[in-house]
Nanobody, 115 residues
Framework: VQLVESGGGMVQPGGSLRLSCEASGFTFAMTDMSWVRQAPGKGPEWVSG????????YYEESVRGRFTISRDDKRNVLWLQMDNLRPEDTAVYHCAKDWGLRGPRGPGTQVTVSP
């Protein structure tokens, strides 16, 4: 399993970022996928998930309405569109195989939201 994230950076509150994850080493089109974040000094938090069967989604309450998860099964790519970012969204964001926190994750991409 290989997961490589990109797209992080530093933005002001209210700004947007689009994270990407390139996946390989498994059958992406048959796998539920997730985004997990970890802020300094805190445990991992499941931010969003998308199922492979019907692309149904999950969003953690604080990001619902601001973040959008999507996937391209032909290109083996997972995205997370993040709008109206808040300082509390600051964290390392990891692409993760499977639904929830149980699967392997990539090294992550840093997202910093600061005035």
């Amino acid at each position: 399993v290989q997961l490589v994230e990109s797209g992080g950076g530093m933005v002001q509150p209210g700004g947007s970022l689009r994270l990407s994850c390139e996946a390989s080493g498994f059958t992406f089109a048959m796998t539920d996928m997730s985004w997990v974040r970890q802020a300094p000094g805190k445990g991992p938090e499941w931010v969003s998930g998308i199922k492979y069967k019907d692309s149904s989604t999950y969003y953690e309450e604080s990001v619902r309405g601001r973040f959008t998860i999507s996937r391209d099964d032909k290109r083996n790519v997972l995205w997370l569109q993040m709008d109206n970012l808040r300082p509390e969204d600051t964290a390392v964001y990891h692409c993760a195989k499977d639904w929830g926190l149980r699967g392997p994750r990539g090294p992550g991409t840093q997202v910093t939201v600061s005035p």
